[in-house]
């Protein structure tokens, strides 16, 4: 039996790394080097696009635990986040380029793994001797996603975005400073830019009258919505997402802003920040000009603007079993955005469930989903429940898990037991399944 993985991505790249843990030759396909989509910027896998954040790192969070989870099943990606991490507060942030660096190096340097550069334009289903993971993401290139199309039928679409990145330098900090929320982490993590009533209501003017780069409407996840949409939504909507100020407190004034902009370190180095939550897609002179009113960015330098992309996703609860596998076609997987998971660690997460499946449908082995009472089975849940009429993408959150009885009333102490139950559950899982 061949395995093969479509896509060097997050997700592609674990499936990947666990067929050759596991002692079997795979090849992987990518076309960087031959063909980039319009996202990506770089020949390095695993490529970061969005942000550097992979969310939160405490296990009592939902994206803490997803993390550990996967540890726990041999992840690649989140030793080398943790290997390469930059100040981010109470969050998992990385230098994007020594991530994919250290990603692509180790996935060239595994002897079971073989990198092919081609672009891939279709998908053999009826191989039966080949077992295949198409992991080629949202933004699978049109002759593949055409091929996948006439097997599964529709896509379902949606538009994500990328923030701008900004050099630390040209920040003035004599009306910006340094803090993370509610003093979680050091000073340098986050560059904060606090606005009064005023300027914040001039910036909000600003900004939804903006011209933008793509004129007709799309669909984008919550979390990806760019600043100038949600804005549009009300004066205050802004102020209550991604410019809330709480947990702040303005040295200069010694009193919360009005709202605030944050700035993440993008680097170990800290000489670049993005700017949190402002997926844009605006041109690149409308972001120059209206970010330009934000305090302490007047003068601000843009090494990368914002960014908007088309992201497709497969209408998953009716195609796909909870191990990834199609139906229709048991030795072909699917493995993450595609999948209608949402978030980097999520898509690789889903990859590792796919990898693992993939070996063991090789073996003629029942497939391993982990109960749904970790986060990881509860996502395979949810892209194959089939009683789902209106799927949208989703991430880890503590929604998605049985609560446990009776309720805990203390949220931490709620999340904590909803953690420990999902960790005790799935190191079983693995001692019966995997060991």
């Not at 005023?198 to 780069?213: G, V």
């Not at 370190?265 to 041109?283: S, W």
Request: net charge negative.
């Amino acid at each position: 039996m061949k395995f093969k993985v479509i896509g060097a991505g997050l997700a592609g790249v674990e499936s990947a790394w666990q067929i050759a843990q596991a002692g079997y030759e795979v090849e992987l396909y990518e076309m960087k080097g031959i063909k980039r989509s319009p996202a990506h910027k770089s020949d390095l896998f695993a490529e970061l696009v969005c942000s550097n954040s992979l969310k939160a790192s405490r296990l009592e969070s939902a994206a803490g635990l997803l993390k550990e989870e996967m540890a726990i099943l041999g992840s690649l990606t989140v030793p080398v986040a943790r290997s390469c991490s930059v100040p981010a507060g109470g969050a998992l942030a990385v230098d994007r380029n020594i991530f994919s660096q250290l990603i692509t190096d180790k996935i060239k340097s595994h002897p079971n793994i073989r990198v092919i550069n081609q672009v891939v334009d279709t998908i053999d289903f009826e191989d039966k001797d080949t077992v295949t993971i198409i992991a080629s993401g949202p933004l699978t290139d049109d002759k593949l996603a055409q091929s996948i199309q006439d097997v599964v039928g529709d896509y379902l679409s949606f538009y994500d975005a990328a923030a701008p990145i900004v050099t630390a330098d040209s920040v003035d900090m004599t009306k910006a400073f340094g803090a993370s929320r509610y003093n979680r982490g050091g000073e340098s993590d986050y560059i904060n830019c606090p606005f009064n009533k005023q300027e914040y209501e001039d910036f909000i003017c600003e900004l939804i009258h903006a011209e933008s780069a793509i004129v007709h409407d799309f669909d984008v996840y919550e979390g990806c919505m760019p600043i100038e949409k949600l804005a549009k939504r009300g004066l205050d909507a802004a102020r209550f997402g991604p410019m809330k100020p709480v947990g702040l407190i303005d040295p200069n004034t010694n009193h919360r802003p009005w709202a605030c902009v944050q700035l993440r370190r993008e680097n170990d180095k800290g000489t670049m920040f993005n700017l949190v939550g402002f997926q844009t897609n605006l041109k690149f002179g409308e972001q120059k000009r209206v970010f330009s009113m934000i305090p302490g960015l007047e003068n601000a330098q843009f090494v990368r603007y914002g960014v908007m992309h088309r992201n497709s996703f497969l209408n998953a609860p009716q195609m796909l079993n909870s191990d990834y596998s199609l139906r229709k076609y048991p030795n072909v997987f699917f493995a993450g955005q595609i999948t209608g998971v949402e978030g980097y660690m999520e898509s690789a997460g889903s990859g590792i469930i796919a990898g693992i499946n993939a070996v063991r449908f090789a073996q003629g082995k029942e497939p391993f989903v982990p109960e749904n009472i970790t986060m990881l089975g509860a996502l395979c849940d949810y892209i194959s429940d089939e009683s789902v009429k209106n799927f949208q993408p989703m991430g880890a959150n503590f929604g998605v898990l049985p609560p446990i009885e009776p309720k805990i009333r203390d949220k931490n102490e709620r999340y904590k037991a909803l953690s420990d139950r999902a960790i005790s559950s799935l190191k079983t899982s693995v001692e019966r399944y995997l060991g």
